[in-house]
């Protein structure tokens, strides 16, 4: 059965210190998400790939977060340094049809991650 | 700029009973997607149903059926014959092709389903 796989599962970590967050989307996908959830702002964009190249981060705080897609199979999220308001749940997503408006997302289980 | 609406922060329903979770929306793009994501207490988000704008009918995917009223602007999901297991978070959520085309959700609503 298909998944996207997120790691870790839970993080806590002291503020000023890097936080790196793994995805590995589903096989043969073409999009990645990345997402935040809180309860103050719900789900927000965080960035989006296509291809592996970057179309949107419009709402990712630039200077302190970062996300590359160094493969087909990996895309990664980095916090540095890490503050006590990044202290979220961060979901990633794939999809197949390449940014459709009929694409259906598959989300992973997400990182839940406490900055102290 | 795309906006979603979801007015009621919870909801209760009787088991087997029907319920309905309010979703509006504001685009002026012709083509869009609307979709339902369901989110129970572990987490993860779970897709449960899709309408194109241009379909002309009703999605439907088991108990779960898609109120849309496209003048309305809105796409209404409605649960038949709850199940104690359908207690849960219920995002809406829209996506259009121009631009980056990218998904964006509303702030959900909370449905609880009692015995």
């Known amino acids: 059965d298909a998944r996207v796989t997120q790691t870790p599962r839970h993080k806590v970590t002291e503020m000023g210190q890097e936080v790196t967050m793994r995805c590995q989307p589903i096989l043969g996908h073409n999009t990645v998400f990345w997402y935040r959830q809180t309860m103050m702002q719900g789900l927000e964009l965080l960035a989006y790939?296509?291809?592996?190249?970057?179309?949107?981060d419009s709402g990712m705080p630039k200077d302190r977060f970062s996300a590359e897609m160094p493969d087909a199979t990996l895309a990664t999220l980095k916090i540095q340094p890490s503050e006590p308001r990044d202290s979220a749940v961060y979901f990633c997503?794939?999809?197949?049809?390449?940014?459709?408006?009929?694409?259906?997302?598959?989300f992973g289980s997400g990182t839940q991650l406490s900055v102290l | 700029a795309q906006k979603i609406t979801q007015t009621q922060p919870g909801m209760f329903v009787q088991e087997k009973e029907a319920v309905t979770l309010d979703c509006t929306y504001d685009t002026s793009d012709p083509s869009y997607g609307l979709f339902w994501y369901k989110q129970p207490s572990s987490g993860e988000m779970i897709f449960l149903i899709y309408q194109g704008s241009y379909d002309q009918q009703n999605a439907t995917e088991g108990r779960y059926s898609l109120n849309f009223q496209k003048a309305r602007k809105s796409a209404n999901l409605v649960i038949s014959a709850s199940q104690l297991g359908d207690s849960a978070m219920y995002f809406c959520a829209m996506r259009d092709v121009q631009g980056y085309s990218t998904l964006t959700f509303g702030k959900g609503t909370m449905l609880l389903v009692s015995p």
């Open positions: 997503a794939s999809g197949s049809k390449g940014g459709a408006a009929n694409e259906k997302l598959f």
């Open positions: 790939f296509r291809n592996r190249a970057p179309l949107d």
